[in-house]
């Protein structure tokens, strides 16, 4: 059984399905029966135990759920228009780190950082997590975002319940380019 396959469907209902009967726009909670009746019309062995190990073992811990566990969630990056994910606010380290890919530049540095399709920008802590997304997008290169300034200068930054740091959009001159 191929998790990964399944894991990128998963992402895929969490994150992006439209349909309303599916995901609760308060908090983005999808009920987990529901899930799996979805999931197994393209994976027809998924049961609560793969989605648990899918849940377990994912290393981004993009998925959590629920206390009483009938319930799991993508703990951001949701494209959905108006679910509501309680996100924490703490104070960021004085640096963080934005992986793109060269061709996104012109527009980066004309607009700044904008969420595109979905609500927030993600923003890594650490400087490898950055450059590994970069790679997903084509030629990496790292913005570093000064955190600390533009959290000084009144503009929010949010954490998700993994960890990935969260902002309505990020202003150019908190940006400085860092090519690999």
């Not at 399944?6 to 609760?24: E, Q, V």
């Not at 793969?50 to 951001?76: M, P, T």
């Not at 606010?89 to 640096?95: D, F, I």
Request: with cysteine.
């Amino acid at each position: 059984m191929d998790l990964t396959r399944i894991s990128k469907k998963l992402s895929y209902l969490l994150r992006h399905c439209t349909n309303p009967r599916l995901i609760d726009l308060d908090g983005g909670w999808a009920d987990v029966d529901a899930v799996l009746r979805v999931l197994k019309r393209s994976y027809p062995d998924v049961d609560r135990n793969v989605l648990e190990e899918i849940v377990r073992s994912d290393e981004k811990g993009r998925y959590a759920f629920s206390s009483d566990g009938r319930r799991i969630r993508a703990c951001q990056g949701h494209s959905i228009p108006n679910v509501v994910i309680v996100l924490e606010k703490r104070e960021p380290p004085e640096l963080l780190y934005h992986g793109t890919s060269t061709r996104s530049l012109d527009g980066i540095f004309r607009d700044g950082l904008k969420p595109m399709s979905r609500q927030y920008v993600h923003i890594s802590q650490d400087f490898e997590t950055a450059v590994k997304v970069g790679k997903r997008h084509g030629n990496p290169v790292v913005l570093i975002v000064d955190a600390k300034r533009f959290v000084d200068d009144g503009h929010e930054l949010f954490v998700s319940t993994n960890g990935v740091w969260l902002a309505r959009a990020v202003p150019i001159e908190y940006l400085t380019v860092q090519y690999l």
